[in-house]
């Protein structure tokens, strides 16, 4: 017997993997990898198109759910949020409103209110006003008899008091800016009643429509009325008045006429005090302009009860 029936037989068993570095493993991995991509590319396109507003409520949801939800804030239902939550919000109506949005109308509506219930007790104020110194004239020795010649009336620009001429007893030396002593007390009073309101006063003068004859391209109307308008300034503050409280002084000459029947009348020759409200203030201000000292002069037709006047010089 040979030698190599008794050699022991070896068996080797290689170990083979299937596929080796030309598997599909790699495949899967990087088929996560670029999704994983595309999704954060998507995530920057929706972060880059949404306001800064969104992604507050965004992240404002992300870090508390519940309680935007709860408040009514962005999320799903919300038309105006980039990422649109599924289904329709049954209680969204005619667009969903936010919070910002509410708190604004709540403060224009208290806004309006306010400035109605300003001009109510501004309108008090001065109808208050207008009585006491309607009551200051009547228990005024002085200034009772010249009841007829001061007009008080509420305005759209305010309590107007006006001291208009009679035919017999002119506030005013002819064609001149001097005061008679009559005159002089009725301002004064009447400044120092004015001092106690918070409101500032605007003073105008007019004329009636005869005219100086050296015409308008000498000294005319116009510089007459804004003449006899600032003096009647002079004796307000000498009564009391605050010359801070001052706003305006003009003349108008016979532009603003009483009667407009008659021109020539003497009480077109007038003196117009406005304790102004806060409105006109503010046009004034605001370089707006007034509404115009004709509204309500009809009116002061019926309150005017003065015998027939002729016609006078100017002035």
């Known amino acids: 017997m040979s030698d190599d029936s008794t050699r022991p037989i070896v068996i080797k068993r290689k170990k083979v993997i299937a596929g080796g570095a030309h598997g599909g493993a790699w495949k899967i991995a990087y088929a996560d990898f670029v999704t994983a991509m ?9 972060l880059g198109s949404t306001a800064k507003g969104d992604l507050a409520g965004i992240a404002s949801y992300f870090q508390n759910p519940v309680k935007v939800s709860m408040s009514g804030g962005s999320g799903s239902g919300d038309a105006t949020s980039v990422l649109q939550g599924g289904g329709k919000d049954l209680t969204r109506q005619a667009g969903q409103v936010k919070q910002g949005d ?55 620009e305010g309590l107007r008091i006006q001291i208009v001429d009679e035919q017999n007893r002119p506030m005013f030396d002819s064609s001149s800016a001097d005061l008679k002593p009559y005159t002089r007390e009725i301002l004064r009073q009447i400044g120092n009643s004015l001092n106690g309101v918070t409101n500032r006063i605007s003073l105008a003068g007019h004329t009636d429509a005869a005219q100086f004859a050296g015409g308008e391209r000498g000294f005319s109307n116009w510089e007459l009325s804004a003449s006899r308008a600032n003096a009647s300034r002079r004796e307000l503050i000498a009564g009391g008045l605050s010359d801070t409280k001052i706003m305006r002084v003009v003349g108008l000459a016979s532009t603003v006429l009483f009667d407009k029947n008659d021109p020539l009348s003497s009480i077109n020759r007038r003196i117009s005090i406005v304790v102004l409200n806060q409105k006109t203030e503010q046009a004034i201000l605001q370089e707006e302009g007034p509404e115009t000292e004709v509204q309500g002069e009809d009116a002061l037709q019926d309150v005017l009860r003065l015998p027939a006047s002729g016609k006078g010089t100017s002035g």
């Open 38 to 46: 595309m999704a954060f590319f998507l995530l920057m396109w929706l």
């Open 102 to 156: 509410v708190e604004k109308k709540k403060t224009t509506s208290f806004s309006k209110e306010a400035q109605a219930e300003f001009r109510r007790k501004e309108m008090q104020k001065l109808e208050t006003l207008k009585a006491d110194i309607e009551k200051m004239i009547e228990k005024s020795p002085q200034l009772a008899q010249f009841k007829k010649q001061m007009l008080l009336d509420i305005t759209s």
